[in-house]
Every structure is written in C-alpha cells, then in structure tokens.
C-alpha cells in the first residue's frame, strides 16, 4: 500500500508556472506507475499525465502536452508536475494517483489508478 501527498498548488497569475510535488510512503515506489488527473468545479476527474515506472515513459493530455511536464525520482519517492504558461481553464484541484495493478502506454483512466492523494488547489488567474 502506498500513501499520496501532494503539495506545490497555489494561486498564479495566467501564463506563470507551478511544480506540483507527491511524495509517496513505502519502499516499493518504483512498482508503481504513477499519474497526475485534475478536477475543475462541477466537472469529472481528468487525466493531466502519466509516467512509468522507471520514469522512461510518459504519455499526456493532447491538450497539456506542450506545456506540462511529469518526472518522477524514485530515490526520493517523488513524482512532479511541471506546469508551464498556466491558463484560467487550468485552475482546479489537481491530483496523483499509482498503480499498481497495471501498466502500459494506455493508463488514462481512474479506474487504473488505486491509491490517490488528497489533491492540491491550482488556481490561475486571468
């Protein structure tokens, strides 16, 4: 098992950055493939990005791919979320998730993902 805190969220003005960290308990982090979804008001959970194992895989939103970026280091027990030239349609509570159970190019759904962290607030303002 494996337990999720996120941190790095905040309020930032459109097109600033935020890096989202997780940091994971346990000492078997790099099973895990890990993932970052997002939430907006009124919406259902997203997909933002996923990163293998290793870490030598990763796979994003078509929307997101030019200006987020995941990294994980498993010495740390860590995975981030680099966000970069932020828009208003970005604010929502963002949040990591791992597996466990599956792997592969195709980890874009909740269901894939057991263990979620409490999510971090990302607020962009126009």
């Known amino acids: 098992q494996v337990q999720l805190v996120e941190s790095g969220g905040g309020l930032v003005q459109a097109g600033g950055s935020l890096r989202l960290s997780c940091a994971a308990s346990?000492?078997?982090?790099?099973?895990?493939?890990m993932g970052w979804f997002r939430q907006a008001p009124g919406k259902e959970r997203e997909f933002v990005a996923t990163?293998?194992?290793?870490?030598?895989?990763?796979d994003y939103a078509d929307s997101l791919k030019d200006r987020f970026t995941i990294s994980r280091d498993n010495g740390k027990n860590r995975v981030y979320l680099q966000m970069n030239s932020l828009k208003p349609e970005d604010t929502a509570v963002y949040f990591c998730?791992?597996?466990?159970?599956?792997?592969?190019?195709?980890?874009?759904?909740?269901?894939?993902?057991?263990?979620w962290g409490q999510g971090t607030q990302v607020t962009v303002s126009s």
């Open positions: 998730a791992a597996s466990g159970r599956y792997s592969g190019s195709t980890m874009y759904t909740v269901a894939q993902y057991e263990y």
């Open positions: 990163i293998s194992r290793s870490g030598g895989g990763t």
């Open positions: 346990g000492r078997t982090f790099g099973l895990y493939v």
